[in-house]
């Protein structure tokens, strides 16, 4: 069977997440909204519109599996995990790799907020000196507690620091991942300030940076580069030296 | 087995989700932090600081059941949900009822922020004027986008309107009727513009409320009131009629 991913086609976003693990899995899927021969960001569109269609989404990102059409990314990667061996299978393995994905996903809304602090529809320009307020926060309060919280968890892993769950890769690893890349993005100097006393942290992102299938994908045109329009954006009033 | 829940005991919160649930399906629970005899707030934070315990949560809610400790309000209910009949059976329905949540969550998030748009560990009155901005995009923009798309999920489940999911009660029925009662707390006037053209997501509401287990709670000290710390606030400049 052949997933379908719907995502917005410009950006890595929330649908990055989703990407990661079925890359990593060797998951057969297409990323509709970027290939037109597959429907397009036409094809998306009419899903979020139509409520005929079934469990209509609220946002991207989405995906098709066979007959099921799941929305919210960390619900698609609990599912995506039981399926493709990315979370342990036990209950308790699973809730604890859904709780750590979930705890990501909420870093992953204020790293958002930090350059939309006021409104989403409106322009960052618009928005500036909020921004720079809320940025201040964010890299001083907010990052780091979230970055210790995570160092801790590794640290406290009884099967040893190399994965966030157990002895093995699971999707929130890959997720941690891509928050790390997009703080080297967005955040370089808040996060190499940070990088020498979260040193399990940053050594999972090389890890997972170097596992074959990651490796390939992140230089395959698979990969959307990181840009102005995504959730990490790079903008150097928010993050001085 | 008697369910444990740790959250902040002022304050119905995110917290106040997983007690619906605990209540509309009779479990047996301790409030813990509210309730000295159980060990009281020391006791949550001491497990908010302990690694050696197991699996940490990053902040509260969370619950314990047995062995698990659980954290994540969408994840606690998926738990419950599959447990205590909250939630449809199928792959597809348990996937639904989680999406729909971690949707109300999102909303629950912009509430929040909508009083705290800068940081949550300054007061309010340090970040009014952009609450102000930022409480006016949510009343135009965001709310009828959320409360347009919970009204159209009712009016297109093919079981009919009463419930969200299929034909029967789901701990998401729960939580938009806590999403309502708190709107009509923090933002009654925003509420009343909308309420006439969401009549089934108003209704969704009073018949939750009715429920025997859901009225009783309301009414009994295990509820704590709305108030002024916690998510749904009522600031009138942020609400102008």
Known sequence: MKYELYYWPQIQGRGEFVRLALEECGAEYVDVAREPSAGGIEAMLRLL???SAGHRPFAPPF??????????TANILDFLGARHSLAPTSEAGRRWTLQLQLTLSDLVDEVHDTHHPIAGSLYYEDQKPEAER???DFVHQRLPKFLDYFEQVLQHNTAGAAHLVGERLSYADLS??????????AYPHALGRLAATHTRV?????AVKARPRIRAY???????????KGIFRRYPELDPP
Chains 1, 2 share one sequence.
């Not at 941690?176 to 993005?185: C, D, M, S």
């Open 202 to 206: 940053m050594a999972l992102h090389e």
């Open 218 to 228: 992140l230089v395959s045109p698979r990969r959307v580069p990181f840009n102005q």
């Open 49 to 51: 519109g139509e409520h």
């Open 134 to 136: 809320r940025a201040g």
């Open 176 to 185: 941690l991942f891509q928050l790390v890349a997009g703080l080297q993005y």
């Open 63 to 72: 995906l098709r599996a066979g007959e099921l059409l799941i929305g919210q």
